[in-house]
């Protein structure tokens, strides 16, 4: 079964709305966000052969190349990559001088058009640099960030549309993740993944239920071992005094006792006659207790 990342992003390059009608925006996103993104070198590396191909085909679809695009499959001992390159200089530039004249000073809520914009824009960052995981194990979003100074781009968008991003680091990448189921959710079907992000709602509510579930039962177990521990002490204080040595008013709840082993206290008082409270029970058994306290003192 495909990964929840790889999920994700064919949720996203299905939408063929974005592409339509807010190109620039994805486009910006998936490649500022991949590799590498300079006149020098410009190139995407993903696990996510879509997600490659789809690269490949946006950087000649934004303005006319001279050279050549390059898609090549390698296999480190991690597992299957793709790297996409830019393979002609003057490609490169006029690519990376496009986005310069349109966002010549990063992007903005209102730079982007607003909401659609915003999506559009985030959704070609995860498709970059983003990944999830399955929130079976636990709920985690994250964008690896190649490059220090795309840090405060995209925590800046995200806090204009309402998200709390949290940031840490690995080896040489600054990651801003996600944690919080909530916000996971909010966040990839503003991407463009709302059949995922009900699919993440549907699995916490289950595992919400069975954690209740475990803890009820494991509350009802801890009970039972209580009670049956009790249950013991009782009928070895019992067995140690002799029935027939008991006062009379606390035989009957002896002999109750020892024939009713695994009742708790309430089901034994409803069984006397008359039926005593569960408090009242218990201050008998106490009684029996120090009776027997008694025996083995020898006093």
Do not use: W
Not at 142 to 147: M, P, Q, T, V
Not at 209 to 237: L, M
């Amino acid at each position: 079964m495909p990964s929840f990342t790889t999920r994700a992003k064919d949720e996203i390059l299905s939408d063929k709305s974005v592409r339509q009608h807010y190109k620039n925006q994805q486009s910006y996103g998936i490649m500022v966000f991949s590799r590498e993104f300079s006149g020098e070198k410009m190139e995407m590396l993903t696990r996510e052969l879509r997600a490659a191909r789809y690269y490949s085909q946006l950087v000649q679809s934004v303005t006319p190349l001279g050279g050549t695009v390059t898609l090549r499959e390698e296999r480190p001992a991690g597992g299957t990559l793709y790297r996409v390159s830019v393979d002609d200089l003057s490609d490169r530039r006029s690519l990376h001088n496009y986005f310069a004249m349109l966002y010549p000073e990063g992007v903005t809520f209102d730079l982007l058009g607003g909401d659609s914009g915003v999506a559009a824009f985030l959704g070609g960052v995860f498709l970059a640099c983003g990944t999830l995981s399955d929130p079976e194990n636990k709920f985690h979003l994250e964008f690896a960030l190649h490059r220090e100074e795309l840090t405060p781009m995209l925590t800046g968008i995200l806090s204009e549309v309402g998200f709390q991003p949290l940031l840490s680091h690995r080896r040489s990448q600054t990651i801003v993740y996600f944690n919080e189921s909530s916000q996971i959710e909010d966040l990839l079907t503003l991407m463009g993944c709302p059949i995922l992000s009900m699919e993440m709602m549907t699995t916490k509510i289950i595992k919400e239920r069975r954690n209740a579930a475990n803890r009820a039962s494991n509350c009802d177990n801890a009970n039972i071992e209580r009670q049956s521990r009790a249950s013991e002490e009782q009928i070895e204080a019992i067995n140690l005094i002799g029935v027939d040595s008991l006062p009379e008013e606390l035989r009957e709840l002896a002999e109750v006792r020892l024939e009713n082993p695994y009742d708790s206290l309430r089901e034994l008082g409803a069984r006397l006659s008359p039926p005593l409270s569960r408090s009242g029970v218990n201050h008998r058994m106490e009684r029996i207790f120090a009776l027997a306290e008694r025996v083995k003192n020898g006093t």
